[in-house]
């Protein structure tokens, strides 16, 4: 048995585990991300390798990171929520441990984990990954392998176009399907139809405090899974945008399986049926054809920590 880690970095928190070769995790600990300073989040990274490899044969460290990674998986290109400009974190880190590491998006390492060992482990070929959280993030595996496209950052399944001249986007575009799927989404659509029909929406600004503008996510979960009509509907809002583009993704790479992910898919049914719906309504005209079916992630947390330690365990 081969044990490798793996190291989940994002915005707020640093996960490690110790994983071995059936993506069983052995041991984990986790650490703020000090996200401001780049010294002080390598530095973290390395104490956390350090105290999982002591009195273990450990292999390799993967590295997951919430930015743009290159092409070689060792520098941190871009990181929206962290100070990585142009990072050389492998160079950084392997030197520290004296292992041999590998960096990778941490949306890659999670779909990757799950097309191993998760949603999509009977899969033998390819899966497409949505990961709806506050944005939307993705992972694609053609023939078995991540595909990462020519300089590393391929798989921005949540920069589609979907709406011409929508909403505006983050990542500077008008219209991103990040806009309308995500958990931001989500939230915008529920404070409007809030604002629109306080009536229909009681139960949701009660837990607000009456304010549509202090609605929260985890607010319109739970209204919505108490019945809440504004509430459900702004799932079902998502779901039906979700499930355009899934299918857009099934139309261009025909997958085995697709898989939902992230946060938001916590709501279970309240997503995943309109998405559902919705997917196979865009795909009527393929009815005589076999199409992928969506499922929901099974690794929840877990998977940043697996996807990058499998992923060095291949180095």
Known sequence: MTLTIGVDVGGTKVAGGVVDDTGTVLVQTRRDTPADDVGK??????ELVGELAAGRTIEAV????????DATRSTVLFAPNLAWRDE????????????PVIVENDANVAAWAEFRYGAARDADDSMIMFTI???????????????????GVAAE??????VPDGHQCGCGRLGCIEQYASGSALVRFARAGA???????????????GEAEAITGHMVTAAAQGGDPVSA??????GR????????????????????????????????????????????????LPVAEVLPAELGNSAGVIGAADLARRI
């Open 62 to 69: 993967g590295i997951g990171a919430a930015g743009w990674i």
């Open 157 to 162: 399944l949540g920069h589609m176009l979907a």
């Open 233 to 238: 509907e702004a799932f079902a809002q998502i």
């Open 88 to 99: 050389p974190l492998r160079e950084y880190v392997s030197a520290a441990v004296g292992l």
């Open 41 to 46: 989040t390598r530095d973290v990274i390395i």
């Open 241 to 288: 945008w979700l499930g355009t583009s899934l299918a857009d993704m099934a139309q261009i790479l025909d997958p085995q399986t697709l898989v939902v992910g992230g946060g938001v898919v916590e709501a279970g049914d309240l997503l995943l049926g309109p998405t559902r719906r919705s997917y196979l309504d865009a795909l009527a005209q393929r009815g005589r």
């Open 133 to 151: 959280g506050t944005g939307v993030g993705g992972g694609i595996v053609l023939g078995g392998e991540l595909m990462r496209g020519a300089h």
């Open 195 to 209: 604002r629109q029909e306080p009536n229909r929406a009681s139960a949701l600004l009660e837990l607000a405090g």
